[in-house]
């Protein structure tokens, strides 16, 4: 299985700040890479997927890049109910399509 | 509106079995692949098991194949997940899963998700 390392593990951020968060594939996935938003007690939301293509309805502070193994998610300027754990996952080899660790954004 | 509601969780002891279930709604459920991703406390998501539109095509991952079996009846738009020989790291919430189609230029994604149930494995 292809492997997906996220850093940082956790962040602090305050309001209006610009937020990267960066996701390492462990071999080439191309441009199949997705990002999830998770809050307390709900399941994962999907905010990016094909590294850059925003879902609809996600708030255009959200953008995605990277291609091959290294991706980045940017807030470019970050929100209250910004404040959740993020998730990026693979989609070149399924199943499974392979989570990484996760990024906690908490508010400094 | 999409739909998916999980049932059948509860605490099992280690060794027990437990049924899930999952009814969907707002969509035509044959022509979606299915998942099962759990999420054990403080972790991330984890995907336990997938299905093709027809349940010709399944997978599992690792840590339950051989004790877990996901099933589906299009008839009923509902995802089945039976767990045997439940450990104490199976405990999660389970969720239900509709998968994007994949497609050559964007992959695929988790589209839509149930809002859990949990599964507690405690003698």
């Known amino acids: 299985d292809i492997q997906m390392t996220q850093s940082p593990s956790s962040l602090s951020a305050s309001i209006g700040d610009r937020v990267t968060i960066s996701c390492r594939a462990s071999q080439s996935i191309s441009n199949y890479l997705n990002w999830y938003q998770q809050k307390p007690g709900k399941p994962p939301k999907i905010l990016i997927y094909a590294a850059s293509t925003l879902q609809s309805g996600v708030p255009s502070r959200f953008s995605g890049s990277g291609s091959g193994t290294d991706f980045t998610l940017t807030i470019s300027s970050l929100q209250a109910e910004d404040f959740a754990t993020y998730y990026c996952q693979q989609s070149s080899s399924s199943p499974p399509l392979t989570f990484g660790g996760g990024t906690k954004v908490e508010i400094k | 509106e999409v739909q998916l509601v999980e049932s059948g969780g509860g605490l099992v002891q280690p060794g027990g079995s437990l049924r899930l279930s999952c009814e969907v709604s707002?969509?035509?459920?044959?022509?979606?692949?299915m998942n099962w991703v759990r999420q054990a406390p403080g972790k991330g998501p984890e995907w336990v098991s997938y299905?093709?539109?027809?349940?010709?095509?399944?997978y599992y991952a690792a840590s339950v194949k051989g004790r877990f079996t996901i099933s589906r009846d299009n008839a009923k738009n509902s995802l089945f997940l039976q767990m045997n020989s439940l450990r104490g790291d199976d405990t999660a919430v389970y969720y239900c899963?509709?998968?994007?189609?994949?497609?050559?230029?964007?992959?695929?994604?988790?589209?839509?998700w149930g809002q859990g149930t949990l599964v507690t494995v405690s003698s």
């Open positions: 299905i093709g539109r027809s349940g010709s095509n399944i």
């Open positions: 899963v509709r998968e994007a189609a994949w497609r050559p230029d964007s992959g695929s994604y988790y589209h839509y």
């Open positions: 707002g969509f035509t459920f044959s022509n979606y692949e």
